[in-house]
Nanobody, 119 residues
C-alpha cells in the first residue's frame, strides 16, 4: 500500500491560483501513475489529471486543459497540481491517488483537500 497526504487546498477568489501537493510514502516503487481527482457536492468524482511516474507523460480532462498542470518530483515522491484561473465550478474536494499498474485501477487514495473558489 501507498500512503498519500494532500495539502495546499483553501479558499481562493475567482481567477486566482493554488498549488496542491500530494506526498507519497510506503510502496512507492510500484507506482505506474498518479492522478488527481475531484468531487463536488452532489456530483460524481472525476479525473482531473494523471501523470506517468516513469517518463512523466500527462493526461488532462478536456475541460481543464490550459488551466491545470500536473507534475511530479520523483526524488520527493510528490505529485503537484498547479491550478490557475480558478472558477467557482472548480470548487471541490481534491484527491490524489496511485495506479500501481497500467491495467489496474487506482487503489491508494489520500484523504482529500478542500478547494473553494469564491469571492
Amino acid at each position: 500500500q501507498v500512503q498519500l497526504v494532500e495539502s495546499g487546498g483553501g479558499l481562493v477568489q475567482p481567477g486566482g491560483s493554488l498549488r496542491l501537493s500530494c506526498a507519497a510514502s510506503g510502496r512507492t516503487f510500484s507506482t505506474y501513475a498518479m492522478g488527481w481527482f475531484r468531487q463536488a457536492p452532489g456530483k460524481e468524482r472525476e479525473l482531473v489529471a494523471r501523470i506517468r511516474w516513469s517518463g512523466g507523460s500527462t493526461y488532462y480532462a478536456d475541460s481543464l486543459k490550459g488551466r491545470f498542470t500536473i507534475s511530479r518530483d520523483t526524488a520527493k515522491n510528490t505529485v503537484y497540481l498547479q491550478m490557475n484561473s480558478l472558477k467557482p465550478e472548480d470548487t471541490a474536494v481534491y484527491y490524489c491517488a496511485v495506479k500501481p499498474t497500467s491495467w489496474g485501477t487506482y487503489d491508494s487514495w489520500g484523504q482529500g483537500t478542500q478547494v473553494t473558489v469564491s469571492s
